[in-house]
């Protein structure tokens, strides 16, 4: 072959392998349906479980690096300690192990023809759920073939000498094989791509088992990169989790190569005992390394969390999505109680969209992605509550309600509805400063100044609405009532200005666009935060 052949080969082969790799785990995400969240979230409590649900949840995926990003958000959220998602994280090692043994079947030579398969039932069907699992199919046998290719791409290399050097200089000094392991799969940022390679390299007799080894343990080091990478300018939680991953694979592999020559021989003995394929002892030492580095290091996940707490010191926003009032068994006992719970937590609710509209704020006049991140946070916090007080008052509604906790019930449910409404305000605002950014549209120093005076005055709204519902305070729902009026008022006179200066050329239109949106959107949550006053004023009176 010749060396354009062989390079198109190889990386035509990877990129039709990673391709598949993607398109197989969005199938089986969409097969499971989209409640891997909800499962990180439910089978966490301790972290043997977090271990088995990072497992099932990567096996899904077929990516670790993806657990590790919900996992980060579930930690951000409030849902899980740092413990709990270290947890996951070694789940997520083992799980992404499934991948190399599903390689060491041989079945390549069938690749081709599950593709047809899988685009017949992508194709050819018109129901959705046959359409996921021939995704499935489909990135199943794309897998297979670009491991073929990348087979076919990478043979020549055992004739040539330079290459053959490498390989024996890999085995008399591990550390090399460590490094080039790690580079490459920092290269082509996926740990499962550089462990297919590695498993085909071994396969075609390229290298030898003792050079092969600490190149699948740079692997492992390497997929910590990608989480690190994404944790550049993230939060807290998400250094931490990422910091933590590192730690963990550095520690597996540091073990792994102080006991290196036994592991060799000891792989060698299961690879004649067992009859295995090269492809399937790969698939062998990546397991049991992964395996045992979780069993070895799970009873000090609590001093692991403590450590990179410690190299990464701070106090992150905590934004807790689970209720904390809606106890089910006040239903039951006393509805009275449960609304008392309610409302509670509906002032939470509350809170989350102030606190939100002021991130908001900040990220229009600083643009730190960091405010948009936590406005997103906030946003999600309203959903997920939201849901959750609208099923308690539900509940409560079963139940015998005099007319004054009628009155109370309906309250509720109109304020929750209100504040979901303001959430969904805020995240517009979010996505026209985003678009703003991307498309680099400049506001004008009078729009931005205008900007920020209606800011201002729809945040000293929703601070007395707020008040008001927490305190049942009449004047300060008074306030709010008088403050929208004059939020109408400064949205009109916006407007004006605004006119004005496209028509004197001081405002590109694009701008304007962005402009008058914003003050849309916050002339709408003025709207929703007088709905919450006037039910206090209904609800006093």
Known sequence: METQEILFTFLGGLGIFLFGIKFMGDGLQKVAGDRLREILDKFTSNPVMGVLAGIFVTVLLQTSTGTTVLTIGLVNAGFMSLAQAIGVIMGANVGTTVTAFIIGIDIAEYALPIIFLGTTLIFFFRHKKTNNYGQVLFGFGALF???????EGVSPLREVQAFEDLTVSMSENPILGVI????????????????GLLQQLYGQGAMDLAAALPVLFGDNIGTTITAVLASIGASIAAKRAALSHVIFNLVGATIILIVLVPYTNLMAYFQETLNLNPEMTIAFAHGIFNVSNTIIQLPFVALLAIVVT????????????KPRHLDPSFIQRSPAIALGQARSETLRMTEFAEKGLIEAQQYLKTNQKRHAELTIQFEEAINNLDRKITEYLMMISERSLSDENSQLHSMLMNTVRDVERIGDHMENVIELVDYQLTNKVTLSEEAVADLEE???LTLQTM???VSSFENSDIEAAKEVVRQEEEIDRLERKLRKKHILRINESRCSGSAGIIFVDIVSNLERVGD?????AEAVLQETE
Do not use: C, R, W
């Open 454 to 456: 209606m800011f201002e």
């Open 463 to 465: 601070k007395d609405a």
């Open 145 to 151: 073939y670009g491991l073929t290719l990348m087979g």
């Open 528 to 532: 929703h935060a007088v709905n919450i």
């Open 310 to 321: 410690t190299l990464i010191p701070g106090k992150e926003v905590e934004i807790e999505y």
């Open 180 to 195: 080039i392991g790690a580079v490459f799969t920092v290269s082509v940022q996926s740990s499962t791509a550089a462990i």
